[in-house]
């Protein structure tokens, strides 16, 4: 019986190249594939030519088949080998499904997002997580993109070699995939950040995969949706590092939202004829001419200028930032604006370059020249001084009767506030409200405690006038102290 087996074995290990091809996978208990029968004899010879002691203690393959023994050392050199290539199997379909080079694009920008808002200590612990965390949701959410779109992309000479169109991997383990690295990066960044950014990761990945992959076979409002989905990765860093949404997180989401637009109408011209293989009604399919779809992308790269004076107003960088960002920004829209004069391939490739060149130059600038919290302090507290310096110019400069004053506050006598309280304008950028006439506010606070008459006569002018008013809207209502009249 162990001839029989042993025969068969070695049949089964010579025979395996004309039988098993290199691109699938069979498991036995003792026949390795192919490859890994090539490799162990290669490893083999290797040793025979390189150690003759070893080869001398170690029985031959001769020897060993008379002994009723089969070759262990090609056994466990094939079978890890086909473990490696296992594994290079599964890892090569988990790195086409994660899409990992957009994925590490979308982390780059959560990472850059998290160094704004860090100020001057940067956790880089909490910057490893993050970013780690930011990656796991953006390989589930294009997972599951694929999984959505596996009929459609079989159609497409852009995608049909992806590993669920081609085959190289299910759908259910492709779900089980998606499934799991989402839930693991969704609760890592609650774990390892805050509840906010989570929830900030979790709602993108149900905006990417269950909104905006089912509204490109709808619609072409889907382009405006997938820049939705790419701002929020850099407000997710900023509320992972600052703990909150803030106007000042919003220079680089916003750069995020205005860039995608030219980016993915030069991919939409560009590959129209793919898209309208695949079945995605793209914004590029419905404008045979172009002009719509230059013109769209224009418009947004001009959105693009204004966004380095914010950051510099804002307080975020310096003033070379604003200057560089200008810069990129008309460069960009110069590539657009040739795009919509000249409608070719080549236009709209050279549109797609510049779109590649801008983010990262941009990203770059903003985390070289932003300004630090030390900096930001220093300038308020400068602030603060010119405003007491000023207040104090005013305390000397207002004249006041020190005899009166004297008499008004007196010895032991308690500090009463002034005649009436109002409120200031209900807005910042409007002026504040009219307050009764300077007469009878002087005679009051001068006036350490107004005769009957003086009372009489204050409460006359209430009577008549009791709110303060501005462009003739009451805004507010004076209120005497409890303890004034005595």
Known sequence: MWRNSLSFSSKLLTSSNHIIP??????????????GFERSLSHSQFYSTTSTSAASVLPSTNA????????????????????????????????????????MLVVATSGAGYVLGSGNAIDYVGLCCTCAGTMMVAASANSLNQVFEINNDAKMKRTMHRPLPSGRITIPHAVSWASSVGVAGTALLAY?????????????????AFVYTPLKQIHPVNTWVGAIVGAIPPLLGWVAASGQVSLNGMILPAALYFWQIPHFM????????????????????????????????????????PLGYLAYDWGITSGWFCLESTLLALAIGGTAFTF????????ARRMFHASLLYLPVFMS????????????????????RIGDHLSSSVQEIEIINPQKKAKRIGVGAQARPPVAYASVAPFPFLPAPTYPPDTLRSYLVLSGRPTMGGVSFLRKIMETVNTCHWMGTPLCRYALPPKFFG
Request: net charge positive; charged share 15%; glycine share 8%.
């Open 365 to 384: 600038g903003l985390l070289f020249h932003r300004v630090s919290d030390t900096n930001q302090l220093l300038g308020g507290e400068n602030s603060e």
């Open 64 to 103: 060993a088949l008379k002994l009723g023994f089969p070759n262990l050392d090609k056994v466990r050199f094939a079978s890890s080998a086909a473990a490696i290539d296992l594994a290079r199997h599964y890892g090569r379909c988990y790195w086409e499904l994660s899409k990992a080079r957009l994925s």
């Open 340 to 347: 919509y004069l000249n409608r070719t391939t080549k236009n």
């Open 192 to 208: 390892q950040a805050n509840a906010l950014a989570a929830g900030l990761g979790a709602s993108n990945l149900f905006l990417y």
């Open 22 to 35: 290199k691109s699938t996978f069979v498991f036995a208990a003792i026949s390795p594939p192919n490859y």
């Open 266 to 305: 030069a991919l939409a011209y560009l590959c129209r004829n793919d898209y309208a293989a695949g079945g995605f009604r793209m914004f590029s399919l419905a404008d045979a001419s172009g002009e719509r779809t230059a013109l769209v992308a224009l418009r947004n790269c001009l959105y693009l200028i």
